[in-house]
């Protein structure tokens, strides 16, 4: 067996911390294991899914694309555009140039190009980079961060928003990243921030993030890369705390820190806390019908596949997805199909919401389709309990 190695400090001197078994859409019935390096710390998938499912996934299934088509674009930026281009401007004051790695459809570019920055990115999905030209008029390059930077040069600042987390080798894409800087350029990137476990959603350790960092494991990624941080800090986004940085290239080699202890403190009571709300839900399940579909067809679901008794205590007829890209594949056993063919089939079923995030808008879009209330089955209810829930009960 290959004996895999700490991306940060390549140590081979791991512990898994929590390992599952997930059916993930595209890419089948896999082994997950989330590690702690005891030489520095690094929270991540130390032994990953191999990189060719994992862009196949991306390619295909996970692509991060505007669904709604009736999409308008806003005429103001998110908070989170509007952090991006407040921390940009901090790097480089006058508007230069800014290119982003796994622009999506390019919705955080539009707003640059908007406020005066000379615009580019790449984006492993044709589909998603098609949208990027259709709604915002940007020529995206189609492919891997790898393949597309190294004829990358002269950018101002270099921008990851949520993607190293995805990476299977995070050094080397900064230092790839770094390469492509102008005289004066800076590398900005926001991840997700493993802090304060009883502030963090349920499934924090999640199929497509390989990466957990914290405020000492982000300083030696930066000085594995060689870079050193103009800004540091944590924000709490929509729903969970992310680190943003701005870092600029060095020669100086920083000495990397042991953040192990620290890192193992986190992961135990996350874990704790985790494992609780996944069981409460079984609770929930004993409430529908015996015969149910699950909507959403995700890694949401093959956590809770995993996570909890649902296969066991209930009958799940199939897993609906309204992405067309997935129907007609299987979560596990599960057929996947679409809403109309669910409206079709589903009688007097219920309907099991599994997501968290997306739970409030799934679940208005099933009551538009017909079915009633009582027939879904909300895990996450009480973070909307004042708006449509109670309307409902009333
Ligand atoms: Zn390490």
Redesign the pocket.
């Known amino acids: 067996m290959t004996k895999h190695h ?6 081979t001197d ?1 512990i898994s911390i929590r390992k599952g078994t997930w059916d993930i859409v595209g890419v089948g019935d896999i082994e997950v294991s989330f590690d702690i ?6 929270i991540g998938q130390i032994s990953p899914i191999p990189y060719e499912q994992m862009i196949g996934h991306y390619e295909f299934f996970s692509n991060y694309q505007v669904l709604d088509a009736n999409y308008k674009v806003p005429e103001e930026p998110n908070k989170k555009a509007a952090r991006y281009i407040r921390i940009a401007s901090d790097g480089c004051p006058t508007p230069g140039r800014i290119y982003e790695v796994g622009c999506a459809s390019g919705a955080n570019l539009h707003y640059f190009k908007k406020a005066g920055w000379d615009v580019g990115g790449c984006e492993p999905s044709h589909f998603v980079a098609k949208q990027a030209k259709e709604y915002h008029g940007i020529d995206v390059d189609v492919g891997a961060e790898e393949d597309i930077l190294p004829n990358v040069k002269n950018v101002d600042i270099l921008m990851f928003a949520h993607v190293i987390e995805h990476l299977h080798d995070p050094v080397s894409a900064l230092k790839r990243a770094r390469d492509c800087l102008a005289p004066d350029g800076h590398i900005l990137f926001e991840v997700p921030c493993s802090i304060r476990p009883e502030l963090l959603p349920i499934g924090w350790f999640a199929f497509e993030h390989l990466s957990y960092f914290t405020v000492g494991t982000v300083q ?1 990624l930066l000085s594995q890369a060689g870079l050193a941080p103009d800004e540091i800090f944590t924000t709490m986004i929509d729903e969970y705390p992310a680190l943003t940085i701005l870092a600029r290239p060095t020669d100086r080699k920083a000495p ?1 820190f042991n953040c192990f202890e620290n890192s193992l403190q986190f992961c135990e009571e996350y874990n704790a806390l985790d494992r609780n709300a996944w069981t409460s839900h079984n609770q929930t399940f004993l409430k529908s019908t015996k015969d149910v579909y699950v909507w959403g067809a995700g890694v949401h679901t093959a956590q809770l596949f995993d996570e909890t008794d649902l296969l066991k205590l209930r009958n799940v007829i199939g897993v609906i997805d309204s992405d067309h890209q997935k129907w007609g594949k299987k979560q596990g056993n599960h057929n996947i199909i679409s809403p109309d063919e669910f409206i079709k089939k589903s009688g007097d079923s219920s309907v099991v919401v599994s997501s968290k995030f997306a739970e409030e808008s799934i679940t208005k879009a099933i009551l538009e389709l017909g079915v009633p209330r009582e027939r879904i089955i909300t895990l996450y209810d009480e973070i909307w309990e004042t708006g449509l829930r109670k309307d409902r009960l009333a």
Do not use: M
């Not at 390096?37 to 690094?42: A, V």
């Open positions: 700490c991306i940060i400090c390549e140590s791991y390096c005891k030489d520095c710390g690094y030696n990397l």
